[in-house]
């Protein structure tokens, strides 16, 4: 028997067997299970079984805490289950509910496996553009054209490389996917390339907004070609209906012949009605777009500047941009500058201010290694590593930095900004606003004070409103200074009685963004702290409203009684150990007047946490509300 089978056994048979598991994914610790019914999972058992550490239920997902050996069981557990990694089911209960919400679980789901390789492609391609315009090298020297290509081929074949993921997100062949992705880049199918090669066919519904030329036919019906290279939406709906029709194909089409007629069935039908049905619908949509925003322009450009900073990033995840972008070059052409898209030049500002906004709150350490790359590729003007990798999966980020772009759009109209050109992004896009006539720099100066705004605007929005509801995931310091046994969990009992909620919920952003540790916050129900295990008092401060101490295996806590109640000075405080004392389990260390402190007017939130977080594998905080003394709080795996 292989080491680890008889717990996978365990494990699948008490999640209620492998036809109750939609998907199956795992982190440093934790097997992370998508649940058709978590309701006939044997959570006790779980939790007393040996190799189990605990279980525990968020955002959907039913997740058994196992250990740094967590990838050794994840895939014997994946062996036994039959299952293929990490797939998913959306007919599952726990699919989320509403339009919005399904979307944006889908976008995010097809970015997820890229995340790495995007962020990596984004700062390349701003690197180049740095050297550039530093004079290192220009465009049309080697490494310009090398770095470029690098850089650039990530963003120019998107469709390809989503055409994978959502092939995997909805569970149809990968290659099927990977191949509908190539036909949309095929440059023959291009409207860039349909407009230069001839003139069209005819025109669909002549002298409306919907007015469209038609390049080339499909069995006599018309398709209303688009450019389809670095788009996202199109893709993943041609995938998704491919999905569907591969399941039916391969119910009605004989064994033999399924290997092979499965797939073209699929190609000839989902890809001739995504190009007559997508095509149009993204033609009309950016036609009504366009005409739209001019039509505000004309109303008031103060309101169509703050209009394109709120709504432009959703257009370009919808690809409806393109229906601006005619409008701004006929202007440029025939006045020699534009006013209609110079309000989407700031919100990647405010998105990468978000993204350095959220690097300071998030918990999770890999994802805020992606924050890094992203900021750097979003000063140059690459945003999609930040939209699609980091805000627009937890929402409320994203509409910080639309609304960030909305207000410095609103200043841009205000100041009546002009652009002269369509060239760089990001900080290498200042110049556009020079007026090469008379090299007027006004347009600078107010696109300065724009960038700033939507700088402002967007970190401290997200800085003062959100908050990170994940569950907290440490990644192993290599460098920790050796004081915890590796390979171990110890449990760190409570030290208080009262109601637990997480940290990242109290009113002390020091605290709830983890900053001085890892752990869970306790509103009092009785003034004592006893010790939550046998160790050693490190600290303790001369108020008594805080101390530090350090378990005999290694363990680093801190118990703060309260906010700001250093401003008590010892008041309603007693101590029953000094600094240095030996401790026991359950043996009473301060005692407090609640409700003195209370009538004071101090909340008594009391933040216990971790201190050497980044000494321990995994951090796991008890999630039921009410604890007392003798119930565990807090376990740490080394």
Known sequence: MRKYEQLSKEIIENVGGKDNISSLSHCITRLRFKLKDESIANDDVLKKMDGIVTVMKSTGQYQVVIGNHVPDVYEVVCDLAGLGGDTIDNSGSDSPKGLLNKFIDIISGVFQPILGVLCAAGMIKGFNAVFTALGLYGETDGAYIMLNAIGDAMFQYMPIILGYTAAKKFKLKPFIGMLIGAVLCYSGIQLDTLASTGQPLYNLFTGTIFESPVYITFLGLPVIAMNYTSTVVPVILIVFLASKLEKMFAKIIPDVVKNFFVPMAVLLVSLPLGFMVIGPIATYASNIVGNGFLALFNFSPILCGALTGLLWQVLVIFGLHWGLVPIAMSNLMTMGFDTILVGAFVPSFAQTAVVAAMYFKLKD???????????????????????????????????????????????????????????GLGIF???????????????????????????????????????????????????????????????????????????????????????????????????????????????????????????????????????????????????????????????????????????EGYCLETPVVVTNYSDYVDIVENTQKHISNSQELITVLA
């Not at 994203?398 to 410095?408: D, N, T």
């Not at 990644?475 to 449990?491: L, Y």
Request: charged share 20%; hydrophobic share 40%; glycine share 10%.
């Open 365 to 423: 350490k890999k994802m805020k290694e992606l924050c890094i790359p992203a900021i750097i590729s979003g000063i140059c003007g690459v945003t999609e590593p930040a939209i699609y990798g980091i805000t627009l999966p937890r929402k409320k980020p994203f509409i910080y930095s639309c609304v960030g772009g909305a207000v410095a759009g609103a200043v841009m109209g205000v100041m009546n900004v002009k652009s002269y050109v369509m060239g």
């Open 429 to 599: 896009g200042i110049p556009n606003y020079i007026n090469p006539t008379t090299g007027d720099m006004t347009g600078v100066y107010a696109t300065t004070i724009s960038i700033i705004v939507a700088i402002v605007v967007g970190f401290v929005l997200t800085f003062f409103l959100w908050k990170d509801d994940t569950i907290v995931e440490i990644s192993k310091d290599n460098n920790s200074k050796g004081a915890v046994e590796k390979n171990k969990r110890e449990v760190i009992y409570s030290p208080i009685k009262g109601e637990v909620k997480a940290l990242e919920h109290m009113q002390d952003a020091a605290f709830s963004t983890g900053v001085l540790g890892k752990g869970v916050a306790i509103t009092p129900k009785e003034g004592k702290v006893v010790a939550p295990f046998d160790g050693t008092v490190m600290t303790l401060f001369p108020t008594k409203h805080a101390i530090g101490i350090i378990s005999d295996n290694g363990c680093e806590l801190l118990i703060h009684i309260g906010l700001n109640t250093i401003q008590l000075e010892g008041k309603y405080f007693k101590s029953f150990v000094n600094q240095g004392d030996k401790i026991k389990k359950g043996q009473t260390l301060l005692t407090f007047d609640i409700e003195s402190i209370s009538k």
